[in-house]
């Protein structure tokens, strides 16, 4: 069965320091799909990122930058040089869209507060 | 210009009534779904429509039917309210059928059942 899990409940950091906010996944298909999306405080899920499972490439966005290692199963997400516009809740997910059981999994979110 | 519209943004109702979130997407996309995020965040599917055909079911309570009257729109009625429907819905939309895609959501609706 597919599972996301995002240990990190809550992360609290002041301004401008670096966080990583981990994501490891479960599933047995080959193929597959990794996503990562911010919900701020007024509420909307914005996307940030698609991976699939072909490609392992890290990618930088930015201050934002995401790690993906297929041999230990994680999708991390780091902000560089935080801001207080970073604070949101950030969710992972994992589709297996090639499956007889076709979802989406979504983690139970990190909450990231950027102090000022 | 809204990509995914959801109305209302709030719903207050009582235990037992029946209503309907309607969500209009005006992105041009063949899919759309819905999603419940409780109390404590958790985001989980509900149903998936591509093209006005469901896709996706999930183990959602029959008191809840989607209907897509067009691939713009994809509104959920509720029968039956009870207390453990309130969350907040959201629709969202992508391009591609089989959940590969990057999905836009909606606002979201707040639905407080009493």
């Known amino acids: 069965a597919q599972k996301v899990t995002q240990a990190q409940t809550e992360i609290s950091v002041v301004e401008k320091e670096d966080v990583t906010l981990d994501c490891v996944y479960e599933t047995r298909d080959t193929t597959y799909y990794l996503f990562w999306y911010k919900q701020p405080p007024s509420g909307e899920l914005v996307f940030l990122i698609r991976?699939?499972?072909?490609?392992?490439q890290n990618e930088i966005s930015g201050r934002y930058s995401w790690n993906f290692q297929k041999s230990t199963s994680s999708f991390n997400f780091t902000i560089t040089a935080s801001q207080v516009v970073d604070s949101a809740v950030y969710f992972c997910a994992l589709s297996d869209p090639y499956s007889s059981a076709s979802k989406i999994i979504f983690g139970s979110g990190t909450r990231l507060s950027i102090r000022p | 210009d809204t990509a995914v519209s959801q109305t209302p943004k709030y719903l207050v109702t009582q235990m037992g009534n029946d209503k309907s979130i309607k969500c209009e997407q005006n992105?041009?996309?063949?899919?759309m779904y819905w999603y419940k995020q409780d109390s404590k965040k958790f985001l989980k599917i509900m149903f998936s429509y591509n093209n006005k055909e469901l896709i996706i079911n999930e183990t959602v309570p029959n008191r809840f039917s989607p209907k897509s009257p067009d691939k713009a729109h994809l509104n959920l009625h509720i029968n039956s309210l009870e207390l453990g429907d309130s969350a907040v819905y959201f629709c969202?939309?992508?391009?591609?059928?089989?959940?590969?895609?990057?999905?836009?959501f909606g606002p979201g609706t707040r639905l407080t059942v009493l």
């Open positions: 969202a939309s992508s391009q591609e059928v089989l959940l590969a895609d990057e999905q836009f």
């Open positions: 991976r699939n499972s072909f490609d392992e």
């Open positions: 992105l041009g996309h063949d899919t």
